[in-house]
C-alpha cells in the first residue's frame, strides 16, 4: 500500500483527542502483524484506549524509534469544504481531511514503509511508536516512551516525532505547565475591608506576583535565544471571584500557565510560589483563621526538549531529513517525553503546522513523498555496519 492509500484510511477513523482509539489503534496493529512484526499495546485503565509499539530489525542496542500520535483535534465549528473523515484529491497536489497534515501523514509514511524495513538488512533496528490523546495534552505519551524503555531488553538510542515541520528537525520545544490557584477569604461588607480577608484583593496579589517573577526570570538574564519569547513565560488566562461590588469576596479562583525555557524549571517557579502563599496565610491568620490558598494541576506538566546540537540524532536527522537549519517550537510534542526517558528526540515530519487544527486541513503530496523519503533513508543508514 502506498502512503497515500495508507493515510486515506487513517483519516477514515474520526477518533478525537479523549475518545476511544482502539478502532484505529486496531487497523494499525493488523497492518503491522500482516509483516509478522509483534506488537505491544500499552492500554489505559479504562481499557478504552491504548498506544502501539513494535520493533522492526534486529533485537540489539540502537536504533530509532518513529513516533506518531493517532488522534486529531475536533472539526466542530470549522467551515470544511468536504467531508473532514474522507481524505479528498482535489487535483490541486493536496490531500485534504482532518489528520492528514497533523498527524497521520507521517504515520502512513511509516506504514507505507514498513515492507521495504522488514526486506532490508536493518543492523540496527527502527520501532514505531503511536499514541492517543496528544491533543489533549500529550497524556500518553510518557507512558509510551517508558513502556519501549522497561518493554524491550535492548535499549533504542534515538527518537523522532513526526509532527508537521515541513521536514525542519526541531530540536527545542518549552515546558509547559497549566495550574488554577483557589483562595479562600472571609465575606462582610465592603466597608469592612480592612477587617475582613478579601479572596480577590489576595488573588490579585498573588497574579502580580506571577507577572513580577516572569520579569525578573528576564531580568536575571534567563534568556535563551533559540525560543520566541525568548523568555519563560507566566499568564493569568482566567479569573473568577465575588458577587456583588459592595460585598468581600470569600472566594476568588484563577487559572495560569507557564512556559519554560529549558534552563527554568516550572517545579522551582511553583515551589516559590508556595513559599509566598505559606507567608501569605502566616500573616492574615489572625485576622482570618480560615484563609487558604490552594493551586491545584490543571493539566499533567508537557515537559520541555532540549535537544543539543553536538547530539548524534542532530546530523543523523539534517542527513535524513535533507534539512541543515534547527528550529524550536512554541507547541506541546510529545518529544520531551521521549527525552526525559533518555531518548535523543527531534521532531521532523512532512506538512505544515499552519495547516494544522483548521478547516481543510491538508498535506502537500509533495510533503508525504518527502516523509517517505526520509525513511528510506533512514532504512539505508540503519542498513550500514557504520550507523552509530
Ligand atoms: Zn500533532
Request: proline content about 4%; hydrophobic content about 35%; some cysteine.
Amino acid at each position: 500500500m502506498t502512503a497515500e492509500s495508507i493515510l486515506a484510511k487513517l483519516v477514515s477513523f474520526p477518533v478525537l483527542g479523549g475518545q476511544s482509539n482502539l478502532s484505529i489503534i486496531n487497523y494499525i496493529k493488523d497492518y503491522i502483524e500482516s509483516f509478522n512484526i509483534v506488537t505491544t499495546l500499552v492500554s489505559n485503565k479504562q481499557g478504552n484506549k491504548a498506544s502501539l509499539h513494535c520493533r522492526i530489525g534486529p533485537a540489539i542496542d540502537g536504533g530509532v524509534i518513529l513516533s506518531g500520535h493517532t488522534d486529531v483535534v475536533p472539526v466542530k465549528g470549522q467551515e470544511w469544504s468536504t467531508n473532514p473523515f474522507e481524505l479528498i484529491d482535489k487535483g490541486d497536489g493536496k490531500l485534504y481531511g482532518r489528520g492528514s497534515c497533523d498527524m497521520k501523514g507521517f504515520i502512513a509514511c511509516c506504514l507505507a514503509s514498513l515492507p521495504d524495513m522488514v526486506q532490508a538488512d536493518l543492523k540496527k533496528p527502527v520501532y514505531f511508536a503511536f499514541s492517543y490523546d496528544e491533543e489533549i495534552g500529550c497524556l500518553a505519551g510518557h507512558e509510551l516512551a517508558r513502556s519501549i524503555k522497561i518493554h524491550y531488553r535492548e535499549t533504542p538510542k534515538y527518537a523522532i516525532i513526526g509532527e508537521p515541520s515541513l521536514m525542519q528537525p526541531i530540536v527545542g520545544q518549552k515546558g509547559i505547565y497549566i495550574l488554577e490557584t483557589y483562595v479562600n477569604g472571609s465575606a462582610g461588607h465592603s466597608s469592612r475591608i480592612k477587617e475582613e480577608v478579601s479572596a480577590i484583593h489576595e488573588a490579585m496579589r498573588l497574579m502580580l506576583w506571577l507577572e513580577e517573577k516572569m520579569n525578573r526570570l528576564i531580568e536575571e538574564g534567563r534568556i535563551d535565544n533559540r525560543f520566541h519569547p525568548a523568555h519563560s513565560s507566566i499568564h493569568i488566562g482566567l479569573v473568577n471571584g465575588g458577587i456583588a461590588p459592595n460585598v468581600i469576596a470569600d472566594k476568588a479562583h484563577f487559572f495560569w500557565d507557564l512556559r519554560t525555557i529549558p534552563m527554568d524549571r516550572t517545579e522551582t517557579i511553583l515551589e516559590e510560589f508556595e513559599t509566598f502563599c505559606r507567608q501569605r496565610e502566616q500573616e492574615l491568620k489572625s485576622k482570618f483563621e480560615h484563609f487558604k490558598i490552594k493551586t491545584v494541576e490543571n493539566h499533567p506538566p508537557v515537559v520541555h526538549l532540549d535537544t543539543k546540537e553536538t547530539d548524534d540524532i542532530v546530523g543523523l536527522i539534517k542527513r535524513i531529513s535533507g534539512n541543515s537549519s534547527l528550529s524550536t517550537v512554541a507547541y506541546g510534542a510529545e518529544a520531551g517525553q521521549f527525552a526525559a526517558e533518555g531518548f535523543q528526540s527531534v521532531i521532523c515530519g512532512p506538512g505544515s503546522i499552519k495547516q494544522a487544527h483548521r478547516a481543510d486541513e491538508f498535506i502537500d503530496k509533495k510533503e508525504l513523498h518527502k516523509g517517505v523519503q526520509m525513511i528510506h533513508k533512514l532504512i539505508a543508514e540503519l542498513s550500514s555496519n557504520n550507523f552509530r
